[in-house]
């Protein structure tokens, strides 16, 4: 396996196109823009001038989606994902069980990881907003609609994705390194950290079945109570349309 980062950092080649970490910042640039409009129009009676405003939010909230999907499958082969394990069931104690149902997944590196959840939790938002769209646009008529079907699929692909990467963030990995004891700490830290602004995303944006709604929220209380980071809690407030 590669040595990451590579000789270009975890940017890649600043400045250039194709450097993974630009192309995801310039492709998740729109998203509080797109999430601000939809909040607001979404609430709006129905008029000509809002059904337009509307189907242009719609517009443009595909074309993001699209991007965003296109840089995953631009990722070379070192940053994809493995499974390192596989649990069976779904957990009894879920406030404080540290894996889902499913595989866990393994990253070559944490920051990896991070970049692809914060895409993951990009998309999530992007495909509920593509949703409520259709929703509005269509009065609600929209189930059979490929278009909203996909939709509804990609988000939770997102949302399951992101749940098995996240035992990873907690410190499980299968890799035997020579880090003290210290080194571990931090880079569980770091990982931690990485998952608040993706799992608040999660919890404030994706519906999903009630048992993993409960464990995803354990997942964030233990971000908290755990690590101390109480912008967990916080950025969660306000999401959703």
């Not at 396996?1 to 194709?18: H, I, N, Q, V």
């Not at 700490?185 to 990485?194: I, Q, R």
């Not at 993993?212 to 999401?239: D, E, N, P, S, Y």
């Amino acid at each position: 396996m590669d040595d990451l980062p590579s000789e270009g950092g975890w940017a890649g080649d600043e400045g250039k196109p194709g450097a993974p970490f630009f192309d995801l910042a310039r492709a998740m640039m729109p998203l509080p823009t797109l999430l601000a409009e939809g909040k607001k129009l979404l609430r709006q009676t129905r008029t000509s001038e809002t059904h337009s405003a509307i189907q242009d939010l719609l517009e443009r909230t595909l074309n993001m989606e699209a991007e965003l999907k296109d840089w995953d499958a631009s990722l070379p082969p070192v940053w994809q994902k493995r499974t390192i394990a596989y649990v069976q069931d779904v957990p009894t104690d879920l406030m404080n069980a540290e894996a889902w149902v499913g595989p866990i997944h393994e990253y070559s590196d944490i920051h990896v990881s991070s970049m692809i959840n914060h895409q993951r939790a990009s998309r999530i938002c992007c495909n509920c907003l593509i949703m409520k769209c259709l929703e509005w646009l269509s009065r609600g008529e929209c189930e059979q609609d490929p278009q909203y079907q996909r939709a509804r699929y990609d988000r939770l692909q997102m949302l399951d994705d992101l749940c098995y990467s996240i035992p990873f963030h907690f410190g499980w990995s299968t890799r035997s390194d020579a880090q003290t004891q210290r080194e571990r700490l931090m880079t569980k830290n770091l990982g931690v950290h990485g998952l608040i602004w993706p799992t608040s995303i999660a919890v404030g944006y994706a519906e999903m079945p009630p048992q993993q709604g409960i464990w995803l929220r354990g997942r964030l209380r233990a971000i908290v109570k755990t690590h101390g980071f109480q912008q967990a809690m916080l950025m969660q407030q306000g999401m959703g349309f």
